[in-house]
């Protein structure tokens, strides 16, 4: 089974900075990657499919990138409202497994 | 307004059984592969289940031969019949519906339902 990890674990930053957040796979998943955005109580958001295409609505402060097995999400522009738990998804496996990172917290300094 | 919306959880015992629903509105669910996400306390998210538009249904290997996810397409909504449950299925359950291109990704959640197994 494909393995993600997820670093770091979580971040502190302030607003308007860039944050970037770490997604990596144990084996080569091409471009199938996903981002998604959870806030406190709240239920998972999709911020980004196929490892760099926005979801409709989505600010054009986030944006992903990477190929393989190292991905990246990076924030840039950080505002108050981006406060959340980031998790990266791996469809390579599509259609009979789907794997989440462990999760990456952003939170204000 | 497309929505899912879970119901049925609850306080369960060890062994026991419950069956999850999630109704749809302002699409099918026949007409897209739908999926159970489920997220214990404090943990991250763990894909539980999925169901394609053919019928073919795939599970994590956590709940295989104990979970079982189907749907009714007259009331437009996806089950998830948990059997044999275990203190480690306490959770959250997410219904999520399948990004329809690229696929393999969740564009839609319900807000969750959630499931205790304790004695």
């Known amino acids: 089974d494909i393995q993600m990890t997820q670093s770091p674990s979580s971040v502190s930053a302030s607003v308007g900075d860039t944050v970037t957040i770490t997604c990596r796979a144990s084996?080569?998943?091409?471009?199938?990657l996903a981002w998604y955005q959870q806030k406190a109580g709240e239920a998972p958001k999709l911020l980004i499919h196929?490892?760099?295409s926005l979801q409709n609505g989505v600010p054009s402060r986030f944006s992903g990138s990477g190929l393989g097995t190292e991905f990246n999400l990076s924030i840039s522009n950080l505002q108050p409202e981006d406060l959340a738990t980031y998790y990266c998804q791996q469809a390579n496996t599509f259609p009979s497994l789907f794997t989440f990172g462990p999760g990456t917290k952003v939170d204000l300094k | 307004e497309v929505q899912l919306v879970e119901s049925g959880g609850g306080l369960i015992q060890p062994g026991g059984s419950l069956r999850l629903s999630c109704e749809a509105t302002d699409f099918t669910v026949s007409r897209n592969y739908m999926m159970w996400v489920r997220q214990a306390p404090g943990k991250g998210l763990e894909w539980v289940s999925v169901i394609y538009v053919g019928g073919s249904t795939f599970y994590a290997d956590s709940v295989k031969g104990r979970f079982t996810i189907s749907r009714d397409n007259s009331n437009n909504t996806v089950y998830l019949q948990m059997n044999r449950l275990r203190a480690e299925d306490t959770a959250v359950y997410y219904c999520a519906r399948g990004l329809s291109s690229p696929k393999g990704y969740m564009d839609v959640w319900g807000k969750g339902t959630t499931v205790s197994v304790s004695s």
């Open positions: 196929a490892t760099s």
């Open positions: 084996q080569d998943i091409s471009s199938w």
